[in-house]
């Protein structure tokens, strides 16, 4: 068996729940009940879940884009923490959202490879590829052509990997519709669990290359995973301000005569081109 879809209730055997889970590669869980859903994701950590979806009232919204490795989620219901909550340091990004009277059960003990809320209009794909990275963005350009917002974290696999930048960069440039792309390209020159304190003027220089790499594209913004002086992550965000107003004109000025400015320690400002940039801060 390849695909399990379960309406499930309470009332019916675990030992059900658990023959159809190791026969399984991918779980469909329709609207399950909190006691159910804990059970069964406290039982399959023996073994990868390709995929899973999942389907509830009251919890509206997961994103968890993270490589391969093992998690530990906790969240508090009813006064108790129910698993014991923990984010291990290797997790890159965790981001939910729930009803803001319910504080739902949920513990991800395996290799959580992809899930998706039906609610939600995005969805979340993670893969660990080596050489044929660069045929993991043709087929994210070729698949989704009308993409209008992407979402990329990629981590070497070694310290002796060459960063992809450029070359992903390149072929992300053919999706014409994409307006904002959000890029977590780690380099190998840090720990791969570490979100690197970087200059903007260095943030501001990989701006200006994807500035040229989009040149008759509409893309209108683009943001680099950045940590702020109180160690907090956020997306350092630059947005695209067009200064003429021939159309042409419009596309070349894209990569060419636009200001940067950057709100950093106050009012403090720097000039550049290619983008203006806007601090957001979207704690991970």
């Avoid at 698993?83 to 290797?90: G, K």
């Avoid at 390149?170 to 669990?193: E, I």
Wanted: proline share 5%; with cysteine.
């Amino acid at each position: 068996m390849q695909h399990a879809c379960l309406v499930c209730s309470s009332t019916i055997s675990p030992a059900f729940f658990m023959l159809m889970l190791f026969e399984s590669s991918r779980l469909n869980l329709e609207y399950i009940d909190d006691d159910v859903l804990y059970l069964i994701l406290e039982k399959i950590q023996t073994f990868g879940l390709r995929s899973t979806f999942m389907v509830s009232h009251r919890l509206r919204h997961a994103c968890l884009p993270f490589m391969f490795r093992i998690c530990t989620l906790g969240f508090i219901k009813g006064g108790d923490t129910f698993p014991p909550p923990a984010i291990l340091y290797y997790i890159r990004v965790v981001k939910l959202l729930w009803a803001s009277n319910y504080f739902p059960q949920f513990c991800a003990n395996f290799e959580l490879r992809g899930i998706a809320i039906r609610d939600s209009p995005r969805y979340y794909i993670c893969n660990k590829v080596d050489s044929g990275d660069p045929q993991m963005v043709e087929s994210i350009v070729n698949m989704f052509p009308e993409l209008r917002f992407l979402e990329i974290h990629r981590y070497p696999s070694d310290d002796s990997e060459k960063s992809a930048s450029k070359e992903i960069v390149t072929t992300l440039s053919r999706l014409k519709n994409l307006r904002v792309l959000r890029l977590n390209l780690h380099s190998t020159s840090h720990p791969s669990f570490e979100v690197v304190l970087e200059s903007i003027d260095v943030l501001g220089e990989r701006a200006q290359v994807v500035a040229d790499a989009f040149p008759l594209s509409q893309l209108s913004q683009v943001a680099f995973l950045r940590r702020n002086y109180h160690h907090e992550n956020y997306w350092a965000t630059w947005s695209c301000r067009l200064l003429s107003s021939n159309p042409r004109a419009q596309y070349d000025s894209l990569s060419t005569i636009v200001s940067v400015s950057c709100l950093l320690e106050g009012d403090k400002k720097k000039q550049g081109r290619g983008w203006d940039m806007d601090e957001v801060d979207i704690n991970l």
